[in-house]
């Protein structure tokens, strides 16, 4: 079993920055490719991007992409969303998101795939 904690967000005006953090504790990270999701009010949840288990993958959706960086570090057990120049339009619950795989280079962007989900985050960007 996996348990993932998310934790950075806040309140905060266009253009400024947060850095997200998602810790997995229970089993070894090192296993886990690992995808940032986000859910507007009355909106599906959208993948807002996602890393391999190794950290060499990363890719972003066309919203964020230029703005949002995601990493790893393995000592922390933790995935990072480092997100500037943050728009109104940011503003959403965001979750991280986990499954073991095997392959090294893997990363996945169908919620349904992922495994472990944290309880989210609220991010509010205003204008």
């Known amino acids: 079993q996996v348990q993932l904690k998310e934790s950075g967000g806040g309140s905060v005006q266009a253009g400024a920055y947060l850095r997200l953090s998602c810790t997995a504790s229970g089993r070894p990270f090192s296993g886990l490719a690992v995808g940032w999701f986000r859910q507007a009010p009355g909106a599906e949840r959208k993948i807002v991007s996602a890393?391999?288990?190794?950290?060499?993958?990363?890719d972003y959706a066309d919203s964020v992409k230029g703005r949002f960086t995601i990493s790893r570090d393995a000592a922390k057990n933790t995935v990072y969303l480092q997100m500037d120049s943050l728009k109104p339009e940011d503003t959403a619950v965001y979750f991280c998101?986990?499954?073991?795989?095997?392959?090294?280079?893997?990363?996945?962007?169908?919620?349904?795939?992922?495994?472990?989900w944290g309880q989210g985050t609220q991010v509010t960007v205003s204008s």
């Open positions: 890393i391999s288990r190794t950290g060499d993958m990363t």
């Open positions: 998101a986990a499954r073991f795989t095997s392959t090294t280079d893997s990363y996945y962007y169908n919620p349904d795939v992922y495994t472990y």
